[in-house]
């Protein structure tokens, strides 16, 4: 059975930094592309950030750009996402997904308070 | 970016109705050296991650009922419930996938029991 497990998400003031990870079962992992998607609190998904299998190829939403940083460890099975410089609008559940659409994780959430 | 608006913002159809969503895209996202539309379509429902209904525009997600299709080409899609019930009351997205690794969603389309 497919599984992504998210964690890493809490509390952080702005300005602050947080580490999600992703832990994939049931598949291949280093034979996908990998997806972080966001939703902020009743507002609908956005794309993140997406790496491709060998990390060879890695892209990110403008909005995300310069502060958040995608890695994967494919001997590990996980996926990464360390998030520096964070502002208020990043609060928002976390989801990894495969890049095919087809699996996801329940997500996690970060809130970024003073 | 390729931008991704889609119509209605919400959306009340009676039980056994058809509902219908569209959804544009600012480029064409038809590949024409396959001839495929990378274009899907999700459901989401309170508290869970999206699901994945249908993928290159109008090929069903397996254990999808055929009750939801996909149709469209280029820049303009749809996604139809031919005969809703009351299992379908979610909020639906569309998505491009034709910037590899770069993808965009769509605002959402909640839709409701009349």
């Known amino acids: 059975e497919v599984q992504l497990v998210e964690s890493g998400g809490g509390l952080v003031k702005p300005g602050g930094s947080l580490r999600l990870s992703c832990a994939a079962s049931g598949f291949t992992f280093s034979s996908y592309s990998m997806n972080w998607v966001r939703q902020a609190p009743g507002k609908g998904l956005e794309w993140v950030s997406s790496i491709s299998s060998s990390s060879s190829y890695i892209y990110y939403a403008d909005s995300v750009k310069g502060r958040f940083t995608i890695s994967r460890d494919n001997a590990k099975n996980s996926l990464y996402l360390q998030m520096n410089s964070l502002r208020a609008e990043d609060t928002a559940v976390y989801y990894c997904a495969r890049a095919t659409g087809d699996y996801w994780g329940q997500g996690t959430l970060v809130t970024v308070s003073s | 970016d390729i931008v991704m608006t889609q119509s209605p913002d919400s959306l009340a159809v009676s039980l056994g109705e058809r509902a219908t969503i569209n959804c544009k895209s600012s480029q064409s996202v038809l590949y024409s050296s396959n001839n495929k539309n990378y274009l899907a379509w999700y459901q989401q429902k309170p508290g869970q991650p999206p699901k994945l209904l249908i993928y290159?525009?109008?090929t069903r997600e397996s254990g999808v009922p055929d009750r939801f299709s996909g149709s469209g080409s280029g820049t303009d899609f749809t996604l139809t419930i031919s005969s809703l019930q009351a299992e379908d009351v979610a909020v639906y997205y569309c998505?491009?996938?034709?910037?590899?690794?770069?993808?965009?969603f769509g605002q959402g389309t909640k839709l409701e029991i009349k």
């Open positions: 290159w525009a109008s």
């Open positions: 998505q491009q996938y034709y910037s590899t690794l770069r993808y965009t």
